[in-house]
C-alpha cells in the first residue's frame, strides 16, 4: 500500500498561514490509562478529523497526549504500532494535511510513521539544543532526524518547537538565537512558538521577536483561545488550536467542539 498522493505541498501549505486542529487521541494500547481498543482509538480519530475539516482547520496533528506520563525519547512498539494504524486511515479519510505528534520526543519514530502512512509532517519538541522536562533533561535529535529524512521522507517536513512548553533550556539561550539556531542548523521547515505550559500562551512580543529573527514561517503552539486567536493569526504565520476553548465542556485533552474551531477560523478569515 503506497503512501496517498498529497493534495497540497506542505511548503505551499506553510506559505498559506494554516490553522492547525488538534486530533488529541485517548491512550492507546500499553498507556497507563488505555482502555480503549484499536476499532474504538481510529473511530475517534475518524470522528475528530472530520469535525477539523468540517469546521474550516487546513491540518490536522495527530497527538498520542492519552498516553502520560511520557518517554523521553524513543516510545514502545506497540505505540509505534498504533500510531501507524491510526494515522494512515486519518490520511485516507480526510482532505486535511495530516501531522504527527509521537510525545514527549519520538521524533525519528513519528518521522518513521509519517513516511510509511503519507502524512504531511511531524512536531518535534526538542530538535536543538538541551532542556530539563516533566520526563528529564531531553536533547535535540537534529542530525539523526535530517540523516532519517534524506534516505526516508525528504517530503515530511519538520515543525520544531523553539523553548518548549513544559520546559526550561538547561543553559539561558535567548529565545531568538535559540530559533535562529533551530531554522538555520537544525534544518526545521517551521518554527513553533508557546508559552511555559500548554494552556498559556506566549506573549504577543515573544512571537514578534522570533518572526524578526527566522525566514522559516512562525507559528504559535500554546495558548489559544477565541480571544486571542485573531491576534496570533495576524502576527504569527499560523496557529494550533487545541485548549479547552476547543474542547467540549472544556475538557482538555477531550473531544473538540467543532462549532468553536468554526467560530476560530470565521474570526481569523471572516465569512
Same mark, same amino acid.
Given at each position: 500500500?503506497?503512501?496517498?498522493?498529497?493534495?497540497?505541498?506542505?511548503?505551499?501549505?506553510?506559505?498559506?498561514?494554516?490553522?492547525?486542529?488538534?486530533?488529541?487521541?485517548?491512550?492507546?494500547?500499553?498507556?497507563?490509562?488505555?482502555?480503549?481498543?484499536?476499532?474504538?482509538?481510529?473511530?475517534?480519530?475518524? =470522528?475528530? +478529523? %472530520?469535525? !477539523?475539516? *468540517?469546521? #474550516?482547520?487546513?491540518?490536522?496533528?495527530?497527538?498520542?497526549?492519552?498516553?502520560? @506520563?511520557?518517554?523521553?525519547?524513543?516510545?514502545?512498539?506497540?505505540?509505534?504500532?498504533?500510531?501507524?494504524?491510526?494515522?494512515?486511515?486519518?490520511?485516507?479519510?480526510?482532505?486535511?494535511?495530516?501531522?504527527?505528534?509521537?510525545?514527549?520526543?519520538?521524533?525519528?519514530?513519528?518521522?518513521?510513521?509519517?513516511?510509511?502512512?503519507?502524512?504531511?509532517?511531524?512536531?518535534?519538541?526538542?530538535?536543538?539544543?538541551?532542556?530539563?522536562?516533566?520526563?528529564?533533561?531531553?536533547?535535540?535529535?537534529?542530525?539523526?532526524?535530517?540523516?532519517?529524512?534524506?534516505?526516508?521522507?525528504?517530503?515530511?517536513?519538520?515543525?520544531?518547537?523553539?523553548?518548549?512548553?513544559?520546559?526550561?533550556?538547561?543553559?539561558?539561550?535567548?529565545?531568538? =538565537?535559540? +530559533? %535562529?539556531? !533551530?531554522? *538555520?542548523? #537544525?534544518?526545521?521547515?517551521?518554527?513553533?512558538?508557546?508559552?511555559?505550559?500548554? @494552556?498559556?500562551?506566549?506573549?504577543?512580543?515573544?512571537?514578534?521577536?522570533?518572526?524578526?529573527?527566522?525566514?522559516?514561517?512562525?507559528?504559535?503552539?500554546?495558548?489559544?483561545?477565541?480571544?486571542?486567536?485573531?491576534?496570533?493569526?495576524?502576527?504569527?504565520?499560523?496557529?494550533?488550536?487545541?485548549?479547552?476553548?476547543?474542547?467540549?465542556?472544556?475538557?482538555?485533552?477531550?473531544?473538540?467542539?467543532?462549532?468553536?474551531?468554526?467560530?476560530?477560523?470565521?474570526?481569523?478569515?471572516?465569512?
Amino acid at each position: 500500500m503506497s503512501p496517498r498522493r498529497r493534495a497540497r505541498p506542505t511548503a505551499e501549505l506553510l506559505r498559506a498561514r494554516p490553522l492547525f486542529g488538534m486530533i488529541h487521541l485517548p491512550a492507546l494500547p500499553g498507556a497507563p490509562r488505555s482502555s480503549l481498543g484499536m476499532d474504538e482509538l481510529i473511530d475517534y480519530a475518524l =470522528d475528530e +478529523a %472530520a469535525i !477539523l475539516e *468540517e469546521a #474550516g482547520m487546513d491540518a490536522v496533528i495527530v497527538e498520542n497526549v492519552g498516553d502520560a @506520563p511520557f518517554f523521553r525519547k524513543s516510545v514502545p512498539a506497540a505505540t509505534v504500532a498504533a500510531m501507524t494504524v491510526i494515522v494512515r486511515e486519518v490520511c485516507e479519510q480526510t482532505q486535511l494535511a495530516v501531522g504527527v505528534n509521537l510525545l514527549r520526543n519520538a521524533c525519528e519514530q513519528a518521522l518513521s510513521i509519517a513516511s510509511i502512512t503519507g502524512a504531511d509532517f511531524i512536531r518535534c519538541n526538542v530538535v536543538i539544543g538541551a532542556y530539563v522536562t516533566d520526563q528529564g533533561v531531553i536533547e535535540g535529535c537534529a542530525a539523526e532526524l535530517a540523516r532519517l529524512r534524506m534516505t526516508l521522507a525528504h517530503d515530511v517536513a519538520v515543525l520544531g518547537d523553539v523553548h518548549v512548553k513544559h520546559a526550561a533550556p538547561l543553559f539561558d539561550v535567548p529565545i531568538e =538565537d535559540a +530559533a %535562529a539556531d !533551530l531554522a *538555520e542548523r #537544525g534544518g526545521a521547515d517551521a518554527v513553533i512558538v508557546s508559552g511555559s505550559r500548554s @494552556p498559556d500562551p506566549p506573549s504577543l512580543e515573544r512571537v514578534v521577536s522570533v518572526k524578526a529573527v527566522v525566514q522559516a514561517p512562525v507559528l504559535v503552539g500554546s495558548g489559544v483561545s477565541l480571544s486571542n486567536v485573531t491576534d496570533f493569526y495576524e502576527h504569527a504565520d499560523g496557529v494550533l488550536i487545541g485548549e479547552t476553548d476547543f474542547k467540549v465542556d472544556g475538557v482538555w485533552g477531550g473531544r473538540s467542539d467543532g462549532r468553536a474551531y468554526a467560530e476560530a477560523a470565521r474570526l481569523c478569515r471572516g465569512g
